[in-house]
């Protein structure tokens, strides 16, 4: 029991000292070594992780109705909300999932006063909507 023990340890020490990083020397015409030049590469950018946030906007929307009032109008009003997403980077390949939920106070009310019925309103509103979205993208990096 006690010698595999000692064996694992071994084989465990053997393969930390095998995987250890090898720095190689550059030695000048009169057998010093030379100094190191240094490459300036550009940042790599790395887009994985979670994110959220909060917005505020104003909306607008065309709404008809064909019958029985045979109106178009606008509908406004604010919108806000938050979204959360994450996104997975693998070399240059960029994956996503994002969703998002909004309040929303859009309305539009028309009235008509119709024959036989007399005054006839509609209104519409939206008070909230939600989004699901994914994405795949390429992140790439611009030389200065």
Excluded: C
């Excluded at 009169?30 to 979670?50: D, E, F, M, S």
């Excluded at 959220?52 to 109008?73: C, I, M």
């Excluded at 909300?81 to 309040?103: C, K, R």
């Amino acid at each position: 029991m006690l010698w595999n023990s000692i064996r694992i340890a071994i084989a465990v020490l053997a393969l930390a000292v095998l995987a250890a990083p090898a720095e190689s020397q550059t030695y000048d015409s009169r057998g010093r070594v030379a100094k190191r030049q240094t490459v300036n590469r550009p940042p790599i950018h790395q887009w994985t992780g979670l994110y959220g946030g909060l917005n505020v906007g104003y909306g607008v929307a065309g709404v008809t109705d064909d019958a029985p009032l045979a109106v178009s109008s606008l509908m406004t009003g604010v919108i806000g909300g938050g979204q959360i997403g994450y996104n997975y980077q693998t070399g240059s390949l960029v994956l996503g999932v994002e969703a998002d939920i909004q309040a929303s106070d859009m309305n539009a009310t028309y009235s008509r006063n119709l024959p036989f019925i007399g005054d006839f309103t509609v209104g519409h509103k939206i008070p909230y909507f939600g989004t699901l979205r994914g994405r795949i993208g390429y992140a790439f990096t611009v030389a200065a």
